[in-house]
Nanobody
């Protein structure tokens, strides 16, 4: 069973950096691709970034490409999202999710493809 917990959110100013983490206490975390999604008030949940099970493949939404970096440490059962040059439009609840298909050499942007979700962590960027 996968149980994801996000942490690291907070209130920052425009231009600041923040790193959010997604950790799992289970023993199968390392076989799943992990995606980060975000949802701002009154908006649809949107794809942010994803990383394959071994870290070899990453994908980013155009809105964060060049500013955000996703990485994982399977020894620690943790995926990170390093967010630089944050802007007010990055304000949202950030969720991580696991794709239930193990050892896939691709990642997906469709949130319906992810079965296991964390509770989310709030990121607020003030101008």
């Amino acid at each position: 069973q996968v149980h994801l917990v996000e942490s690291g959110g907070g209130l920052v100013q425009a231009g600041d950096s923040l790193r959010v983490s997604c950790a799992d206490s289970g023993r199968t975390f390392s076989v799943y691709a992990i995606g980060w999604f975000r949802q701002a008030p009154g908006k649809e949940r949107e794809f942010v970034a994803a990383v394959s099970w071994n870290g070899g493949i990453t994908d980013y939404a155009d809105s964060v490409k060049g500013r955000f970096t996703i990485s994982r440490d399977n020894a620690k059962n943790t995926v990170y999202l390093q967010m630089n040059s944050l802007q007010p439009e990055d304000t949202a609840v950030y969720y991580c999710a696991a794709d239930p298909r193990p050892y896939r050499n691709y990642v997906r942007r469709d949130y319906n493809a992810y079965d296991y979700w964390g509770q989310g962590t709030h990121v607020t960027v003030s101008s």
